[in-house]
């Protein structure tokens, strides 16, 4: 039987890799110490150690900042299954809205809507608290995917006000972004603008890197929507910046906007930048990621460049590595 000491040993390297941005390193460690979970004797838990569900949560948190978004929803699937019929309601209502977020993810929009849904019935508005508020921006977003736009603003105004109250300043910077598309001055117009403006702000504050990427992306394809191409073209230069710097380059908004400067490039005519972003991407984008470099085959195609139908065919057939 494994030792507490053992499983301690996983989780101390699991939580080391995590706060030096590292998260395809905290997954492997986190999935070990949760392979070890069970050969361990309940009554050798340590002080402070969390429980499987938690160590669950942590895993598909680390999976979606890897890029491995159905790797996420599967852990988080699993973490939903692993609570028991006495479980922490708070702790319920986060493991639901966390399988909400990576199930837009991979699109699967009408689930996505429905855990959401679940995570904010059961957690009463009264008294408030953080874990409402998220679960509120959490059905915000799903809201909106499935076409509830009336449920998604009633929610968004109300959580925005929570958030405000409470001092949750990352939240507000989420609830911000999704208003931004909600109330008429969506992000291609200069009041959307603003609003994510001040939700980059609220949330580099705050330092919750994933909300301020999800902020900068916006900003960057704001930009393109309005035919401000030259503008958008610092917008995801910052941005990928920003998950450089937190180690979060193969995650779902980075990686959209890696793909949308390289298309801008491509567009304006940059085709020897975009040739580089592309080569400088190998390597750091996932096995799903491989259309953000699609761009690049259009310069090739544009100079007629021998083998480009042949390099296509391998991006859409194999791993891209």
Not at 107 to 122: M, P, Q, R, T, V
Not at 237 to 256: H, I, K, N, Q, W
Request: with cysteine.
């Amino acid at each position: 039987m494994a030792t507490a000491p053992a499983r301690s040993g996983a989780l101390v390297h699991a939580f080391a890799v995590g706060h030096v941005g590292a998260p395809a390193e905290e997954l492997r460690h986190v999935e070990s110490a949760l392979d070890l979970w069970p050969a361990v004797d309940a009554a050798a838990a340590l002080p402070g150690v969390p429980d499987s569900v938690t160590l669950t949560l942590r895993a598909s948190a680390a999976a979606a900042h890897a890029g491995e978004l159905h790797r996420a929803v599967s852990l988080t699937r699993a973490a939903l299954a692993g609570l028991g019929h006495d479980a922490d309601l708070e702790l319920a209502a986060r493991v639901r809205y966390t399988l909400a977020g990576n199930l837009l993810s991979v699109d699967n929009l009408s689930s996505a809507f429905a855990h959401s849904s679940e995570a904010l019935g059961l957690i009463p508005a009264e008294p408030p608290s953080s874990t409402w508020v998220w679960a509120a921006a959490t059905h915000v977003m799903a809201a909106r995917q499935v076409g509830e736009n009336e449920t998604a603003l009633r929610v968004a105004r109300r959580a925005l006000r929570v958030a405000e109250d409470l001092g949750v300043t990352d939240a507000r910077a989420d609830l911000l972004i999704s208003l931004a598309g909600l109330e008429g001055g969506n992000r291609s117009t200069p009041k959307g603008r603003e609003r994510l403006l001040e939700a980059r702000e609220l949330a580099r504050r705050s330092g919750n890197a994933p909300v301020e990427m999800r902020a900068l992306f916006n900003l960057a394809i704001g930009c393109f929507e309005s035919g401000d191409l030259e503008e958008c073209l610092p917008w995801a230069a910052e941005g990928l910046d920003r998950a450089r710097r937190s180690g979060l380059l193969s995650s779902p908004y980075p990686r959209e906007m890696r793909y949308l400067r390289l298309l801008v490039q491509y567009t304006l005519g940059h085709w020897d930048d975009c040739v580089r972003g592309a080569a400088d991407s190998v390597g750091v984008l996932p096995a799903a990621g491989g259309h953000a470099v699609g761009p690049a085959l259009y310069v090739a195609l544009a100079r007629g460049e021998a083998g480009t139908a042949e390099r296509a065919r391998a991006m859409l057939e194999g791993p891209f590595d």
